[in-house]
């Protein structure tokens, strides 16, 4: 089991539609990612928050929106999202800096 | 300079054998150098990682070994095991930079019985 938890893990839904993904993690890590991952690639870096503020924005469409309510918590707000948005998302913390990253199992987006 | 280089693409293994791993940096400025484990539908687990002012590290059949002067570093896996087949993933950390992670571009590894 992975210390830092997604939900959900699956998710569909169509172009129109608004949905969220949410990331939780009871390390007491100061920071908090949001990443990307296509199949047989690596993951790509979209988002970081930093005491719980955005502190990186790797040039992600205004479609995918985070949130970061406390030092616990990490949201992804997901609007008229892209077939080529489908992936799997994935969550990771850390306590910032050098210190390594722990990463969620992720949730499976298909957008239709 | 922030491309972190992984080889080979693929790995074929007997039960037993010793897989390695090699990767290559530019940025002098990373400080941290970790390998990620990943299955199928799972996210990547940290399997070990490694600072710049340490040339060999073990953890139980994983090691890393680092060469600064070189640029690279590579993970073996001594006796490795059908379990261990999992993409591997060796990354750099920028601590400048909210520990901006730099992946390689993975190895899948896969362990014949």
């Known amino acids: 089991d992975t210390e830092v938890t997604q939900t959900p893990k699956h998710l569909v839904m169509g172009m129109t539609n608004k949905k969220s993904l949410k990331c939780e993690q009871h390390?007491?890590?100061?920071?908090m990612y949001w990443y990307k991952q296509k199949a047989k690639k690596p993951p790509e870096l979209m988002f970081v928050?930093?005491?719980?503020?955005?502190?990186i924005n790797e040039s992600v469409p205004s479609r995918f929106s985070p949130e970061c309510p406390n030092s616990s918590l990490l949201n992804l707000h997901l609007h008229a999202l892209q077939p080529e948005d489908s992936a799997l998302y994935l969550c990771?913390?850390?306590?910032?800096?050098?210190?390594?990253?722990?990463f969620g199992d992720g949730t499976r987006l298909s957008i239709l | 300079q922030q491309q972190v280089k992984q080889s080979p693409q693929s790995l074929i293994v007997q039960k037993g054998g010793i897989s390695i791993i090699n990767c290559a940096y530019e940025n002098t400025a990373f400080d941290y150098f970790p390998w990620y484990q990943q299955f199928p539908g799972k996210g990547p687990a940290l399997l070990i990682a490694?600072?710049?002012?340490?040339s060999e590290k073990k953890e139980g059949r994983f090691t890393i070994s680092f060469n600064k002067s070189a640029k690279q570093f590579s993970l073996h896996i001594m006796d490795s095991q059908p379990g261990d087949s999992a993409t591997y993933f060796c990354a750099a950390i920028l601590g400048t930079s909210y520990g901006k992670l730099t992946f390689g571009q993975g190895t899948i590894l896969t362990v014949h019985p």
């Open positions: 928050y930093s005491y719980e503020k955005l502190s």
């Open positions: 990771a913390s850390s306590r910032g800096g050098d210190q390594p990253q722990h």
């Open positions: 490694i600072r710049p002012d340490v």
């Open positions: 390390m007491g890590h100061r920071a």
